[in-house]
């Protein structure tokens, strides 16, 4: 099964999400700075989660292009990895609209959390499709920042539980540390040329 | 007349429809766990919408990968599919607002049958063009979970008069049955690859 | 220039279109029939304008597969025709929320108008691109049913000065003409196959 | 890597956007003239608006003609991009609703600015990518047009705090300058024939 359809359906949602947030930007009823300053914050909560959908759109843009066959497990996996991002608008709308409140920064980071895990899914079902000479797997190696990603999201739920401004710290963290892009399937795809 | 058009028509469709779904969720106006309630109930609605439009995608793009040729009626018979699949997010909310009041769930089950029908014309204008000697035709075989999953739905309209609760257990059933992908046409490509 | 891009920019503007319009379906507050009716009204609403995206969807599909070079008059044409379709939920809306008054009607009647206008002056920037032989006026010929439409809508926004119903009519008429699809490409290509 | 997921994701968000605008437009309560003339005007912002997203699809077209390859930084820098335009629609909104208030005009400016500087960038991040012969750079020559336009945009900002329609004729003005569309990259398509 080619993965062309694949990656129109998820890059057509991953699209969709990206942009639907902004409808959740609350216009100002006055034209004044006064009224403009809670969108202010909204807007950097949207440029929050608009990083993530699009870190998450660079590494699936990645992954496949390591990925040269799909069966069904690998559709579901990538359907629920759509799934857990998808609830992202409804959790930075809520965050956004209590200002931060703890239990709101907890769903988010829940919901954060739950995208890597499906990513990792995601991940487990391509390899296991491809056997242990898969691309993906030489591609992705040690995958230290996979790794490690879910734990400050851990940290971050628990920190919210002291501060809430302690989880957005890690949020923020995460997100930065991923804005360098993936180069490991870049390289990989570079210095396998003959594969190609 | 070639698919590709047609494919990435339905695949934006599809990808809409899954994602609005969620803009429906209401964002809970206090912070708390007890606001926050109502909308987990709307999320597994959401989850059971989200799992069918997948599993029409899922079908959809298996079903094309034996279709070679579109003409008038396959465009036609697959926008009605779209009609009644575009309808989901709206009998969806319905349900989920009125917390599975009778009326809404019999309307959802419809709903779920009127797709499960555009699905079946679908299919037949895909036989009819192709002749009897068809892909398509001969990949699906006797068809068996489609031919049962319309007569569950009926069964849980029905049911829905007596509780609601009947009629979301079929439509949960039919759901997971089709959650293990539809391996006819994958097992039929592999087995005349030839013919591919 | 390549048509593929904007291909799929329209396919994408009028799968969001088409789906954006059952969210202006307000949903019932009460699990009731009662509460139902109103919704089944606009049902029949967006049915009509569902079946209108639907046909230019088609339409452009055809057109755009007797064209080979895109310049940027029929980018701009191209837009034209998006912009007044994107207003269809608009008016479908009000249409369907005053439950077809006069001046909606009338609107409604208008904007059907306008599509037909900008995708007759699409139809031109191709024939001015391609020259006298271009495959797209060979193929179009008389087109007498392109000819006729937008007649067929002025004659019902004056009707509708009558009486709405009128109006109505000759939207639905026109619509129920185009449910055939336009054959004239489909043979065209058929017919020329060397072309091809 | 390959430029066509680029393609197609930046083509579904600039859809998208293009498209929900037409969502802010309030339907009139009334079935009067009335009642429609806000949304009249509404409907002029909307265009501008609309033509600006599509002047940005138009140049974005161009542009990646003559890109071969992409790197992180080059989806960054367009992610930057849509993330610009993307916020289009909130101050569409905001400066319609205020009915072209002083504040929400120079806001529109700014995010006008602001996409300009992304685009600009974006450019700057293939520039690098290709070296100093890129196809890009030669075809974009001394683009006066693109060097230009960020000053008319901050004349109409500083020329709002005067009067808020001296700040739409500037934006309007640009508008209407890139409605030409930018046939430096086609004719050195043209010209370059060989080498394509």
């Keep these: 099964m080619r993965t062309g359809?694949?990656?129109?359906?998820?890059?057509?949602?991953?699209?969709?999400?990206?942009?639907?947030?902004?409808?959740?930007?609350?216009?100002?009823?006055?034209?004044?700075?006064?009224?403009?300053?809670?969108?202010?914050?909204?807007?950097?909560?949207?440029?929050?989660?608009?990083?993530?959908?699009?870190?998450?759109?660079?590494?699936?843009?990645?992954m496949f292009q390591l990925v040269r066959h799909v069966n069904g497990a690998i559709l579901w996996a990538n359907l629920g990895l759509l799934f857990m991002l998808s609830l992202v608008p409804f959790t930075t709308a809520w965050m956004d609209d209590t200002r931060f409140a703890q239990l709101?920064?907890?769903v988010y980071g829940i919901n954060l959390l739950g995208a890597a895990v499906a990513y990792y899914v995601l991940q487990l079902a391509v390899f296991r499709r491809d056997g242990p000479d898969g691309l993906l797997r030489q591609a992705v190696g040690r995958d230290l920042k996979g790794k490690l990603s879910p734990w400050v999201y851990v940290l971050g739920i628990l920190g919210s539980f002291v501060s809430p401004w302690l989880g957005m710290v890690a949020y923020v963290a995460v997100a930065v540390a991923w804005l360098v892009p993936d180069r490991r399937a870049e390289r990989f795809v570079h210095d396998h040329a003959l594969e190609d």
């Design 5 to 62: 359809r694949l990656e129109a359906f998820s890059d057509g949602v991953l699209a969709i999400l990206i942009t639907i947030m902004v409808l959740e930007l609350k216009v100002p009823e006055e034209p004044t700075f006064e009224a403009l300053r809670p969108s202010l914050v909204g807007l950097l909560t949207y440029l929050l989660s608009f990083v993530y959908i699009g870190i998450y759109w660079n590494n699936h843009h990645h």
């Design 104 to 106: 709101p920064v907890v």
